[in-house]
């Protein structure tokens, strides 16, 4: 039986569409962009470790730097704002303070905390660079789709971008050693439908043994 809850989530993953042609005057406030993206940290992530950083941008002089750095894409100018979704190659650091907080919370009791602490210190610094930037890609992954379809909920549109230089991106907004960029989402008001696409069918992406 399909309860109300997931017919919900179903239509949702059927309207959200990427979204290139935006209404450049619709403007999100602050405090919408802020809840969405509160909203969608309830992702997974490596040991809840919470890789994911963003910028967010929505000064128009700064949109137009970051068009030219994003191959000349419209819809970085268009939309209400950019959310940039960048990794913490350095995500270990955070561990005390969030295994306080789960503690605090009730979710584990100091024990398990300081097992789960030390266990954590001795695997990540020691894992290579390009293992800590994949998982923090793939977290990034979760909590970027996550957020689009919590977007969508709010009646926004978006699209995600991993066209854009990288290296001049994380030159232009001064990112620390730790953290790279990883996607930009645009986030806004459609100006036009969205095109459809296809998908492949189960019989070529799944095996079931």
Same mark, same amino acid.
Do not use: C
């Given at each position: 039986?399909?309860?109300?809850? %997931?017919k &919900?989530?179903?239509? +949702?993953?059927?309207?959200?569409k990427?979204v290139?042609?935006?209404?450049?005057?619709?403007?999100?406030t602050?405090a919408?962009?802020?809840?969405?993206?509160?909203?969608?940290?309830?992702? /997974?992530s490596?040991?809840?470790?919470?890789p994911?950083?963003?910028?967010v +941008?929505?000064? %128009?002089?700064?949109k137009? =730097?970051?068009?030219? +750095?994003?191959?000349?894409?419209?819809? +970085?100018?268009?939309?209400?704002? !950019?959310?940039? !979704?960048?990794g913490?190659?350095?995500m270990?650091?955070n561990?005390?303070?969030?295994?306080?907080?789960?503690?605090?919370?009730?979710?584990?009791?100091?024990?398990?905390?300081?097992i789960?602490?030390? &266990?954590?210190?001795?695997?990540?610094?020691a894992? /290579?660079?390009?293992?800590?930037q994949?998982?923090?890609?793939?977290?990034?992954?979760?909590?970027?789709?996550?957020?689009?379809?919590?977007?969508?909920?709010?009646g926004?549109?978006?699209?995600?971008?991993?066209?854009?230089?990288?290296?001049?991106?994380?030159?232009?907004? =001064?990112? /620390?050693? &730790? %953290? #790279?960029?990883?996607?930009?989402?645009?986030?806004?008001?459609?100006?036009?439908?969205? #095109?459809?696409?296809?998908?492949? /069918?189960?019989?070529d992406?799944?095996?079931?043994?």
């Open positions: 039986m399909t309860t109300t809850t %997931e &919900n989530l179903y239509t +949702i993953m059927e309207d959200r990427s290139r042609k935006y209404d450049p005057t619709f403007k999100m602050q919408q962009l802020e809840e969405i993206i509160k909203e969608a940290t309830s992702a /997974p490596s040991s809840n470790l919470q994911w950083r963003f910028i +941008i929505q000064d %128009e002089e700064t137009k =730097e970051l068009r030219a +750095i994003g191959n000349n894409q419209e819809q +970085i100018e268009t939309s209400s704002a !950019v959310i940039a !979704v960048l913490d190659a350095e270990y650091k561990v005390e303070k969030i295994y306080t907080q789960n503690v605090e919370e009730g979710h584990m009791g100091e024990e398990q905390k300081n789960t602490v030390n &266990n954590t210190m001795r695997m990540y610094p894992a /290579p660079l390009e293992v800590r994949g998982i923090a890609s793939f977290d990034a992954g979760l909590i970027s789709m996550q957020l689009m379809l919590i977007a969508k909920e709010k926004f549109d978006t699209v995600t971008m991993g066209g854009f230089d990288k290296a001049k991106f994380a030159e232009r907004f =001064e990112l /620390p050693e &730790n %953290e #790279f960029p990883i996607v930009l989402i645009a986030i806004g008001k459609a100006a036009a439908p969205a #095109f459809g696409s296809s998908r492949l /069918p189960i019989e992406i799944a095996r079931f043994i």
